[in-house]
């Protein structure tokens, strides 16, 4: 494993938004929804995609708060344009489970 220090921790920009939008996302190599999550004001709506679909239906992902990267340079995935990267981490079959706060925070808030 290579070391990091805490300089470079702070320059990730991880933040909380809220999912505004959910769809699936056939385009995709891999089962994945495309989605759109609100970081509040200065940063706005920004769309991801996210390999998420064993354990979430899009109906269930909007108004969920989900943590993100949000100063990665955009990604194309598809015809999608990736602008944030939501975080999360494998279960004991690998797939994802979205990492959230455990109460619901004011959108854009920062992680420290």
Request: charged share 25%; net charge negative; glycine share 8%.
């Amino acid at each position: 494993m290579t070391s990091a220090t805490f300089d470079d921790f702070m320059k990730l920009d991880i933040r909380v938004g809220i999912i505004t939008r959910a769809e699936p996302f056939p385009e995709a190599r891999k089962p994945a929804y495309r989605l759109w999550v609100d970081f509040g004001d200065p940063l706005g709506e920004k769309k991801s995609s996210a390999q998420i679909t064993a354990h979430y239906q899009p109906e269930d992902l909007v108004g969920k708060q989900v943590m993100a990267v949000v100063n990665f340079p955009p990604r194309q995935i598809g015809p999608v344009m990736s602008e944030v990267l939501v975080l999360g981490v494998p279960d004991d079959q690998g797939e994802v489970i979205l990492i959230t706060p455990d109460r619901d925070v004011p959108i854009g808030g920062r992680l420290f």
